[in-house]
């Protein structure tokens, strides 16, 4: 079933459509969701929330973008808007607890990771936002101008500039870890 399809079917108030998509999005949204807030129930939460608002939300969307996109933007904002209502800026996972979800690969000292972390969380938010959804979600510019509302040339130079930041955080670590 194509989006539109697929769109249609929600707004006629089909559950099997709903549940569908529910599943093409939820892996994705959680992610993005625990990557912002660091914590499971918080999480969650985001997931629900970002769903009800899509829900209430699609017959809005005008296909101008990827759903895929569309549901990015909602999971950003929501995220965002929940973080700024408790109060909370954890943006970065404890990597024991992310571990199960990114790819196996080679571990660093234990050392670099909290400096990372640390370093991650102390982005504004602007440049951590567009580090984490690029760097480690894998969105492109452009999903991420649309998603925020800005255009992927911002993204770019947020990007560039967070990477920056970054390297000046953990410039003391240069050459001592290599790929």
Known sequence: MDERQLIDRVLSGD??????????????????????TG???????????????AFEKLGTFRGESALSTWVTAVATSTA?????????????VPLEDAEQLVQPGRRSE????????????GLPEGYRTVFLMHDVEGYTHEEIGTALGVQSGTSKAQLFRARARLREALADFAGEWTA
């Open 15 to 36: 559950p099997t459509a709903e549940r569908l998509f529910y599943d093409r999005h939820v892996d994705r949204v959680w992610r993005l969701a625990y990557r912002f």
């Open 39 to 53: 914590d499971g129930d918080l999480a969650q939460d985001v997931v629900q929330e970002t769903f009800v608002r």
């Open 80 to 92: 965002l808007n929940t973080l700024r209502k408790v109060k909370r800026f954890r943006t970065h």
């Open 110 to 121: 234990p050392d670099l990771k909290e400096r990372m972390a640390a370093a991650i969380a």
